[in-house]
């Protein structure tokens, strides 16, 4: 348990049962690596080498065994050309990959590891509780069995004890028949009859459970010494299982520092070849470099310096024009994101002006409603008679009837203009409405501009119309109130005038009818003219919803026309390019054939380069700069993509497919 918990702190990991397959090749480093580092160098055996150089090219093959030192040894000029062979392409993508895959290998090997710990950890604790439970349950059972023990010795004892009375009973019953006489004996016999019958029938009910109850005991003891036993061998199965686990845990752990010390070895033989190989890579492209530049002045002949310049300039300007376009593009884009958002307020501003239309158009139905209850309510014509009481003022009583008559054609009046105001204004709202929801139903792709313009100037001339009927209606209404207001102070200078011995409570109720008509339609009144003021308002929202719209169409057609400016020029740009691609196609085999032509500058150069490193790095690197892009026969030029700046390859035919497949995508 000790040993486990100290490598769970340690971040052990642990293998059980299961081996981490044939992908995990790991021989060479068992048994090459494993000998140990003692002159700072790694033994690797040479079976396994030579198996895994089978696969190479005989240049590689010599070079590895002049590294490694196997087989027979070549000689110094051959070991120096195996360095330069060791790093080439092939070599250093094959290391790197086995140092992917070791990495690979390494990660797996760890994933497994932990996760065979975890489920040692779990199983170990598991088998600790199962045996302290068992050492428990063992405890127990032997308790049980002390107590079963005492109660059979006692019971022991309680038997010998009763057996003992019983025969003294017996030996004095046999001594008293004897030593008296028949008489004596009789009535003895008698009076001693009774007596052992009493015990026997004692003895007989104390012998017979007691036997049943040593039969059950001693069965339960048979059964807890059977499963003690059990629980012995059980706990002893735990122990050889815990013992074999904790040999394991062991076992795993010595492997595992093993293949650490083996990884560290391997890491740092590696890092140490990828420095020998990074630095000959350098070495081996300052002389393609020079090669190059030799090539070039030997092929001047056939490629002239102005056609370079020339497809150079034409590649610089393809790269600004790409630029540009890029840029052009993050601006379109950003106008989109504009639009989209300016779209989306739209949209918010369209649910909630229809839901502030469904509002009004409720609250216009109630009103309307309501104006219709007033009207047949309060306006209708006032019947009253009026009887004369003396014959001197039949004249008053005459003109009073005829003010009556008036007030009453007023009244009538007053109540259908106040109707046809209600529903002209009622009828002209809900156009008014129509126009807006439709106008709110415009989009960039179904609705021209025209119809939209044509939508807001109805709507102008209907909020017009609207407000020059209400102000006509607020005219002729106010006119009917003043023709109102005169005939009803005349009323009351004559009713002031009349004298009655008895007050009318019909014609005060009358009266105080007409005042509270009069008192409701002016509150009507002044609600008609609020709802003329928020009408108003809104007129000013279409107003300015019109300039935005139109700002909105304003940047949608240029946002449109620079599309279709960036889309013919992206056309020409592509067009552009793939002649530049054919072209530099034509160049690069022009100089393979011209390569195949001049073998012998290729290996002058090789010498010339070793001789005199200074001054050919100094002269012939000068006009290899000009042209980054120029294709390279050895392919050890990278290149970068023009379009996306981010892709870097060092064959040409993979940057082509790139470069294609970015110019598709865009």
């Not at 012998?207 to 499963?227: A, G, H, M, R, Y």
């Not at 020409?572 to 390019?577: H, S, V």
């Amino acid at each position: 348990m000790t040993t486990l918990v100290q490598n769970g702190d340690d971040d052990s990991f642990i293998i059980l049962g299961t081996s981490p397959g044939s992908s995990l090749d790991m021989k060479c480093l068992e048994n090459g690596i494993g000998n140990g580092l003692e002159t700072g160098e790694v033994t690797l055996d040479k079976d396994q080498m030579e198996e895994a150089m089978k696969d190479l090219s005989d240049e590689a093959n010599m070079a590895f065994k002049a590294h490694f030192k196997l087989g027979d040894c070549p000689s110094p000029a051959s070991m120096m050309v195996a360095s330069t062979i060791i790093t080439d392409d092939r070599s250093t993508e094959e290391l790197q990959k086995r140092f992917g895959e070791i990495l690979d290998e390494n990660v797996i090997l760890k994933e497994t590891l932990k996760q065979n710990n975890e489920s040692m950890k779990e199983q170990f604790l598991l088998i600790a509780s199962c045996q302290e439970d068992m050492m428990k349950t063992h405890v127990l059972h032997k308790e049980k069995f002390e107590e079963t023990k005492g109660l059979v010795e006692k019971l022991r004892q309680e038997n010998k004890k009763l057996k003992s009375e019983i025969a003294r009973l017996a030996d004095t019953e046999a001594k008293s028949l004897v030593s008296s006489e028949t008489g004596e004996s009789v009535v003895a016999s008698s009076v001693v009859d009774p007596a052992p019958s009493g015990p026997s029938s004692a003895l007989e009910f104390v012998t017979s459970p007691d036997d049943d109850t040593i039969n059950k005991l001693t069965s339960q003891l048979e059964l807890v010494e059977k499963q003690r036993r059990q629980v012995i061998v059980d706990n002893e199965k735990l122990t050889w299982q815990k013992e074999s686990l904790e040999h394991i845990v062991d076992a795993t752990s010595k492997e595992r520092d093993d293949l650490r010390e083996k990884l560290k070895n391997a890491e740092l033989l590696l890092s140490t070849r990828d420095t020998e190989h990074a630095a000959e890579v350098n070495n081996l492209r300052f002389m393609i470099q020079d090669l190059e530049a030799q090539l070039q002045s030997a092929s001047y002949s056939s490629i002239s310096s102005e056609e370079v310049a020339k497809r150079d300039q034409l590649l610089h300007q393809l790269e600004g024009k790409v630029t540009t376009l890029h840029a052009e593009l993050k601006t379109a884009q950003l106008k989109i994101l504009e639009l989209e958002t300016v779209k989306l307020e739209f949209t918010k501003l369209k649910s909630g002006v229809s839901e502030a239309i469904r509002i009004y158009k409720d609250q216009i139905q109630d009103l309307h409603i309501r104006l219709k209850e007033a009207a047949t309510t309060v306006f209708q014509p006032v019947r009253f008679s009026i009887s004369s009481e003396s014959e001197n003022s039949s004249s008053e009583f005459t003109s009073l009837m005829s003010n009556v008559k008036l007030y009453d054609k007023t009244l009538k009046h007053l109540a259908e203009l106040l109707n046809a105001l209600t529903h002209g204004m009622s009828d002209s709202l809900v156009q008014t409405l129509g126009l807006i929801s439709s106008l709110h139903d415009y989009k960039l792709e179904r609705v021209t501009a025209e119809q939209f313009k044509a939508g807001l100037t109805d709507i102008k001339q209907q909020m017009e119309k609207q407000h020059s009927t209400a102000l006509n209606n607020i005219g002729q209404v106010r006119g009917t109130l003043s023709i109102f207001e005169g005939i009803f102070k005349d009323y009351s200078e004559v009713l002031k005038n009349t004298v009655a011995p008895k007050p009318r409570l019909e014609r005060a109720s009358n009266v105080e009818a007409l005042t509270a008509a009069l008192v409701a339609r002016g509150h009507e009144l002044a609600q008609l003219q609020g709802e003329l003021a928020r009408l108003r308002g809104q007129q000013d929202d279409t107003e300015l919803l019109k300039a935005q719209m139109d700002l909105y169409k304003s940047d949608f057609e240029a946002e449109r026309e620079s599309r279709q400016k960036m889309a013919s020029e992206k056309e020409n740009l592509q067009t552009d390019i793939r002649t530049l691609q054919k072209r530099n196609q034509e160049l690069t085999q022009q100089l393979e054939e011209v390569r195949k032509i001049n073998p012998s500058v290729h290996r002058s150069a090789t010498s010339s380069v070793r001789s005199s490193t200074s001054r050919a790095g100094a002269a012939p690197r000068a006009p290899a700069r000009p042209a980054p892009a120029q294709p390279a026969a050895t392919g050890n030029m990278v290149f970068t993509c023009p379009k996306c700046m981010r892709f870097s390859c060092d064959q040409y035919k993979v940057m082509e497919d790139h470069f294609d497949f970015c110019l598709d995508d865009f």
